[in-house]
C-alpha cells in the first residue's frame, strides 16, 4: 500500500526480515524444495545442502526480505542445528509422504527439539510439510490432523512435490504468514475463540472507531474503518452482505442498522478460523499493536524534538479532536464529564491516567465534574509538563487513525526559543508558566484556587490528599484567549533551577503575618533580582487586619526600588468567585516581560496605557519643544517690535518695561511644564500680544485637555 497519510500498517513495518528453517528426516527433499523455488524447476543433481537464499522484499507478497536456510544432518552438528533453530522465525518440518518413519519422527524428534530450544511463552510457528506428493495417489493429512490439534505451534500443513513445483510458493508464502501474521496470539484452537488479549484489543479499536458512541458501526463509520485499514472502502451492497452474515450466526450483532461489537468481534473471529487471519493483524498493527498485542513504542511515543528553551503546546487540529473527544462522551450535553463519562472515555487506556488531584487543577462545575474549559486545559497541562506522556494519551485516543495523521506528534507545536521572543519583543506562545512562591500558609493554594473561579468556602471543601500544586486555566490579555499555569513553590531557602525556571514569578505575602513578606523580598534578591523574569508581589488575605512588615524597608518601598509594579491586594474570602485582576497582570507580565508596565489596568485593552506611553514618547516631547520654541521667538518678536515703539518715552519707563518683558521669559520657562504659560505675561498690553497669545492659549488648552481627558478615563477604569 502506498505510503502517506493514513497508511495502513504493514507486516514489514513490524518485522525487518523473516528467517525460515527447514529441518527433517534426510532424504525427504529439503534441498530440492528450495531449489525448485529459486530456478522453477527440479533440479538434475541435488548437493547435501543448499546454501542460504535471501529472497528480496520487493518480490514478496509481505514486501519483506526473506532468507531461507537449509538443514543438513550430515553437515552439521547438533550445536550447528540449535543456533538455527535459535535465529529462526519459523520451522518448516518435512516429511515424506511415502515415508511413514519420517512422519514420525515428526512428533518423535523434531517438535520436542524443537520446543525444547524455545521458551514454552513465545513457542516458534511451525509449518509441516509433506513433499513428494507425486508419488502416491493418496493424502496424508488424516494422519497430520491430530498431530496438529495436538501441538497449537503447528500454523498448517501443506502437501507439495519438488519435482513438478506443486505448492512451493504457496509452502513459502505460508511459512512467512506464519511469522508476519501469527495465530497464536489472536485465537485459542482448542476453545475455539478469541484469546482475551486479542478480545481487548478489538474493542479498543471498536469503541475508537465508533466515533459517536451509540454503541455500534454505522454504514459511515465502517467505510471509514476500512479505508484507513484497508485504503479502499466498501460498495453498499458489500456491506449489507457483512451484516447478513453476522445476523445469520448471532441474533445481537447488528442493532439499528449498525454493527455491534459482538458483531465486530465475530466477523475477526471468523476471519481467523477460516485462515484469514492476517486481516486482523491488518487492523490490530494499523491501531498499533505488535505481535504480543501490546502497542508499540514507536506508536506510542513518535520521535519529537525540543530544543532547550522551547515549550510544547497543542496546536489548533489538536483541540479540535480534543472538543470531538469531549462531546463524544458528554451523553447528557451538560459541557461537564461525569464519574461514569469519564470512565467510559478512559476504556482505550490500559489504566486511568488522571487521578482525584485533576480536579483541584481545572475548572469543574458545582458538582465536582471537569468542564470542557476544564477537559482543554488539563490536557494543555500535560502537554506543557510532559509531552510524552500526552503523545501516549493521544494515542490510546487514537489521535492519528482519527485524523490520519502519521503520527501523534502532528497535535504538537514546539514553540520558538524564548530568548528569541525577547530579542523580537513578542511571543507566538499560547501557555505562560508563573511560579507561586511564598511562605507556608501565606495564601498561595487561595491564589491557586482562585484561578479556577474558587472562592474561600469552595477551598474549604478540598480534602488534603487531593490537594494540587499546579492549577491551570485561560485568561484574557488585549482580547486574545492565553492559559496562565500556576505552579505552587513549596517553602524553601534555596530555590533549585526547575523552580526558577517560568515566564514571570508570584511573590505571595500575608499581610496579616509581620514575617510573611522578608521571605518573599529574600528570594526575590536571591534569584530575580538580577534575571529577565518579571516578579509581582502580592499581598493575600487582603480582607484581614494588615500589620507592619518586620523588614528594613515596606513592601511598597521595595517594589518602588525594584521598579516593580505595586503590592497587589487580592483575597479569596468573597462571596462570589475572586477577582481576576491579578491573573490578567500576571498573563501580561508573562507576555511582555521587556515592558516595564505602569497603569497595570485591567480592561484587556489598555488603551490608558498606549495614550500614556504616547504622551510621554520621545517623538511628542520634540514636537512639543518646537511648537514652544517657535511660539517663544515670535513672542520675543513682537515684544521687540514693542519696545522700538516706545523709544521716545522717558528712561524709567523703558527700564520698567525691559523689566516686564524679562519676567515674560521667566514665566514662560518656569510655567511651561507646571501651568499655564502666560500669567505673567499680563504685564503686556493685550492688543499688542492678542496674535501670539492667541496660539499659545490655543495650544496649552489643547494639552490640558488632553491631560485631564486621560486621567478621568483612569478614573473610570479604576470604578470599573
Sequence with gaps: MPAGRGRPLRAADMKKDVRILLVGEPRVGKTSLIMSLVSEEFPEEVPPRAEEITIPADVTPERVPTHIVDY????????????????????????????????????????????????????????????????????????????????????????????????????????????????????????????????????????????????????????????????TPLAPQALEDVKNVVRKHISDGVADSGLTLKGFLFLHTLFIQRGRHETTWTVLRRFGYDDDLDLTPEYLFPLLKIPPDCTTELNHHAYLFLQSTFDKHDLDRDCALSPDELKDLFKVFPYIPWGPDVNNTVCTNEKGWITYQGFLSQWTLTTYLDVQRCLEYLGYLGYSILTEQESQASAITVTRDKKIDLQKKQTQRNVFRCNVIGMKNCGKSGVLQALLGRNLMRQKKIRDDHKSYYAINTVYVYGQEKYLLLHDISESEFLTEAEILCDVVCLVYDVSNPKSFEYCARIFKQHFMDSRIPCL?????????????????????????????????????????????????????????????????????????????????????????????????????????????????????????????????DSIFMESSHGPLFLEARHVTQADLKSSTFWLRASFGATVFAVLGFAMYKALLKQR
Excluded at 510457528?125 to 502416491?136: A, C, E, F, Q, T
Excluded at 495436538?150 to 513459502?172: D, G, H, P, R
Design 72 to 231: 543438513s544432518e550430515a553437515e552439521q552438528s547438533d550445536e550447528q542445528l540449535h543456533q538455527e533453530i535459535s535465529q529462526a522465525n519459523v520451522i518448516c518440518i518435512v516429511y515424506a509422504v511415502n515415508n511413514k518413519h519420517s512422519i514420525d519422527k515428526v512428533t518423535s524428534r523434531w517438535i520436542p527439539l524443537i520446543n525444547e530450544r524455545t521458551d514454552k511463552d513465545s513457542r516458534l510457528p511451525l509449518i509441516l510439510v509433506g513433499n513428494k506428493s507425486d508419488l502416491v495417489e493418496y493424502s496424508s493429512m488424516e494422519t497430520i490432523l491430530p498431530i496438529m490439534n495436538q501441538y497449537t505451534e503447528i500454523e498448517t500443513c501443506v502437501e507439495c512435490s519438488a519435482k513438478n513445483l506443486k505448492n512451493i510458493s504457496e509452502l513459502f508464502y505460508y511459512a512467512q504468514k506464519a511469522v508476519l501474521h501469527p495465530t497464536g496470539p489472536l485465537y485459542c484452537p482448542e476453545e475455539k475463540e478469541m484469546k482475551p488479549a486479542c478480545i481487548k484489543a478489538l474493542t479498543r479499536i471498536f469503541k475508537i472507531s465508533d466515533q459517536d458512541n451509540d454503541g455500534t458501526l454505522n454504514d459511515a463509520e465502517l467505510n471509514f474503518f476500512q479505508r484507513i485499514c484497508f485504503n
Design 537 to 665: 508581589i502580592v499581598a493575600a488575605k487582603s480582607d484581614l487586619h494588615e500589620v507592619k512588615q518586620e523588614y528594613s524597608i515596606s513592601p511598597t518601598d521595595f517594589c518602588r526600588k525594584h521598579k516593580m509594579p505595586p503590592p497587589q491586594a487580592f483575597t479569596c474570602n468573597t462571596a462570589d468567585a475572586p477577582s481576576k485582576d491579578i491573573f490578567v497582570k500576571l498573563t501580561t507580565m508573562a507576555m511582555y516581560p521587556h515592558a516595564r508596565l505602569r497603569c497595570m489596568c485591567t480592561c484587556n485593552r489598555c488603551t490608558f496605557c498606549i495614550c500614556q506611553s504616547f504622551l510621554n514618547s520621545d517623538l511628542l516631547q520634540s514636537v512639543k519643544n518646537k511648537i514652544f520654541t517657535a511660539v517663544l521667538n515670535r513672542l520675543r518678536a513682537r515684544v521687540a517690535e514693542w519696545g522700538a515703539m516706545l523709544l521716545a518715552d522717558d528712561e524709567g519707563s523703558i527700564t520698567h518695561q525691559v523689566h516686564a518683558v524679562s519676567s515674560v521669559e
